[in-house]
């Protein structure tokens, strides 16, 4: 049974960081490609930033480029989102995403394994 477990949420000022894990299990990430989406109270759920299976190339929404990173280690299962210089609008409740493929996939609706989400906020 595919699952996706997402860690690493919280409450954070503005200017803060908080790194995001998200751990797969009943299968391996060697060829599936990932990625991070969010959404926010009464927003459609948008992407964030997409990895292929190889890490070799990514994606990034253009409101994160330069403050996230992405990154992956497919020998611990496991995908990451580094979130820095975090603004309020960075609000929302974060989920990683996994499809089979090798490609970059960069739109939500491509993705149809989806873990639980986790809460990001960013207040003073």
């Known amino acids: 049974q595919v699952q996706l477990v997402e860690s690493g949420g919280g409450l954070v000022q503005p200017g803060g960081s908080l790194r995001l894990s998200c751990v797969a299990s009943g299968f391996t990430l060697d060829d599936w490609a990932t990625g991070w989406f969010r959404q926010a109270p009464g927003k459609e759920r948008e992407e964030v930033s997409c990895?292929?299976?190889?890490?070799?190339?990514?994606y990034y929404a253009n409101s994160v480029k330069g403050r996230f990173t992405i990154s992956r280690d497919n020998a611990k299962n496991t995908m990451y989102l580094q979130m820095n210089s975090l603004k309020p609008e960075d609000t929302a409740v974060y989920y990683c995403?996994?499809?089979?493929?090798?490609?970059?996939?960069?739109?939500?609706?491509?993705?149809?394994?989806w873990g639980q989400g986790t809460q990001v906020t960013v207040s003073s």
């Open positions: 990895i292929t299976s190889s890490g070799g190339r990514t």
């Open positions: 995403a996994a499809r089979y493929g090798i490609t970059l996939y960069s739109d939500r609706m491509q993705y149809d394994n």
